[in-house]
């Protein structure tokens, strides 16, 4: 058959080249016609002639946020981002369905139990997966299931484990949904106004705040926000993401308070509990000894164990926001941040900021002998043995070990571990003082544990 073919597809391919035209064009005809051609389609593409064949197939992307004046649109946008949220809402489990779950997930354990620990094989996972529902399809995947497989020898994960894991994802969904609510740009991030609200209407849902008064609300909502926007909005544009405040301990900590059983120490440590909030407010109140409202830089300068160097706190007052050269209570909680949290890189940022004078990025010699110096005579004026400069900014140099062994940046502060201790070193007595006598105060605590244990026995 192969054979009769091939003459047959020989002759159409020579019937086809002879009825092909002949091109008796010259060469400059040809290139001629090329050059036409060519600005044809370059003027095309410089025009936009073909713009609308060539973008047909590229979505949208941005829209443009409709402008004050635009009342209509503005409502629009409001409607369609409310529905938005409600159908985002109708696609969570709600209790009955999370319940429903749980039972599923009891019924299709597989055995021996891991410790006290319920199992669950894949085959019996995907089997649930079935009979859970639509809603639930998204938990039950082979990546999902993956991430939660340990050491298991028959390769099972704990159901316990799993259904936490739903939990929090369908907690995460449900706050990001409430936290957009408050997003009135809808942009997805925060403004300072937007979580003020968000935390004000959250209060009478935290059983931990039932003891407040409501003439005190607006000083919580100051206390609390600020922790927010100082850890999360570093460069101070004024609105935090919405991911960011997810994906932070903070909201936890917050939410905490709704444990009506919350444990002294655990309110003690949150900064977001009645006894700290009443704690800072009221240290701002004590030192606050004129009454008017705001701390000077002589009232600051009692804050803690008194001893912050009086170079340090001009730096305070000529960096941070004033009015008529006294701080507000805001700009005090950014301070008290800073030096509860020295550990941080948002604290460390804080303090690096004030204690780099000229603006250059980084700490020099000169600087660390500027701040030093007012360690010196604070230690002069109490009497105590001198210490010299020189063996400090060794042991400084020794502790951040900065690129450059000049200079030492933020990023080394931070990547060094020792940002707390060299801040403390520069601006506090008592930080210093601890920091010399660190041995002491080991030694001390050492034989407190040995003299504790000889009692016990």
């Known amino acids: 058959m192969a ?136 938990f039950f995947t082979a990546r999902v299931y993956s991430k939660l497989l340990l050491s298991d020898p028959y390769g099972r994960i704990s159901i316990m484990q799993f259904f936490n894991y739903v939990m929090r994802k369908v907690w995460l969904h449900q706050t990001r949904i409430g936290l957009s609510l408050y997003d009135v740009a809808g942009q997805g991030h925060l403004r300072e106004s937007d979580l003020e609200n968000y935390i004000l209407e959250l209060i009478p849902t935290l059983p931990q705040l039932d003891g407040l008064e409501k003439s005190f609300y607006s000083f919580y909502v100051c206390t609390a926000v600020r922790k927010f926007f100082f850890f999360l909005d570093p460069l101070r544009t004024g609105k935090i993401k919405i991911q960011d405040i997810l994906a932070c301990s903070f909201l936890d900590d917050l939410l905490e308070l709704r444990d009506e059983e919350l444990s002294k120490e655990s309110q003690e440590s949150n900064w977001f509990s009645a006894p700290s909030a009443l704690r800072v407010y009221g240290q701002y109140l004590n030192l606050d000894k004129d009454h008017n409202g705001m701390l000077s830089k002589e009232e600051l300068s009692r804050y803690g164990t008194a001893t912050l160097t009086s170079v340090f706190l001009d730096r305070v007052f000529q960096e941070c926001l004033t009015y008529d050269g006294e701080m507000d209570y805001k700009t005090y909680l950014d301070f008290v941040l800073a030096l509860e949290n020295r550990k941080e890189p948002a604290a460390l940022q804080y303090i690096f900021k004030l204690l780099d004078m000229d603006n250059h990025g980084y700490l020099n010699v000169f600087s660390l002998n500027y701040f030093f110096r007012a360690i010196q005579e604070q230690m002069k004026l109490h009497g105590q043995e001198q210490v010299t400069f020189q063996d400090v900014k060794d042991e400084i140099f020794d502790m951040v070990k900065p690129k450059d ?29 601890t920091y010399e006598n660190r041995e002491v105060l080991v030694a001390s605590d050492s034989d407190g544990c040995n003299t504790a244990d000889f009692d016990d026995s």
């Open 405 to 433: 062994p000049y200079k030492i940046t933020l990023q080394d502060l931070v990547n060094s571990c020792q940002g707390d201790t060299v801040t403390s070193i520069l601006i506090d007595l008592n930080g210093f003082w």
């Open 3 to 138: 054979k009769d073919q091939q003459p047959q597809w020989a002759d159409v391919l020579k019937r086809r080249l002879a009825n092909t035209k002949k091109d008796d064009r010259s060469d400059e005809e040809k290139k001629a016609e090329e050059t036409e051609l060519f600005t044809k389609y370059y003027t095309d593409w410089k025009e936009g002639g073909d713009k609308d064949k060539s973008y047909k197939n590229i979505p949208r992307f941005y829209y443009k946020l409709p402008a004050e004046d635009e009342v209509l649109l503005q409502k629009l946008r409001e409607e369609s981002r409310a529905v938005f949220l409600q159908r985002k809402s109708r696609e969570l489990l709600d209790n009955e369905e999370l319940q429903n779950l749980w039972f599923l997930l009891d019924k299709h354990q597989v055995p021996p139990v891991s410790g006290e620990e319920a199992m669950i094989s894949y085959e019996a996972y995907l089997l649930v997966g079935e009979k859970a529902g639509p809603k639930c399809k998204k």
